[in-house]
């Protein structure tokens, strides 16, 4: 599996962005695509997950009702769509993947990881 990560920048608080997250090489039937965050120093957080396949969906209490999770089979793609962020929102935001049949924000559930994309709410 490789993910790459765009669409993070800066901010000020109640904005909005957007990320996205390119999926390739992957040959599994199912797999569980996560999106956490790092804020400086901090450990690594999940912040919400899709499968590939189905309905299921797992957003972290904080950001619940701020971002969806959504994904784009035809290109491979899971976004996130994140409104309203607030100063503790910061830090550089990566996609994951794994083959599962369980979606999961625990971050030792993933073998693969994206570069990360810095995200800056700031006034």
């Known amino acids: 599996l490789q993910l790459v990560e765009a669409g993070g920048g800066s901010v000020q608080p109640g904005g909005s962005l957007r990320l996205s997250c390119g999926v390739s090489g992957f040959t599994y039937e199912h797999v569980a695509v996560g999106w956490f965050r790092q804020a400086p120093g901090k450990e690594r957080e999940g912040v919400s997950c899709?499968?590939?396949?189905?309905?299921?969906?797992i957003y972290e209490v904080s950001v619940k009702g701020r971002f969806t999770i959504s994904r784009d089979t035809g290109k491979n793609t899971v976004y996130l769509p994140m409104n309203s962020l607030q100063p503790e929102d910061t830090g550089i935001y990566y996609c994951?993947?794994?083959?599962?049949?369980?979606?999961?924000?625990?971050?030792?559930?993933?073998?693969?990881w994206g570069q990360g994309t810095q995200v800056t709410v700031s006034s």
């Open positions: 994951a993947g794994t083959p599962s049949i369980f979606c999961t924000t625990i971050t030792t559930s993933y073998n693969y």
């Open positions: 899709i499968m590939n396949r189905g309905d299921l969906i």
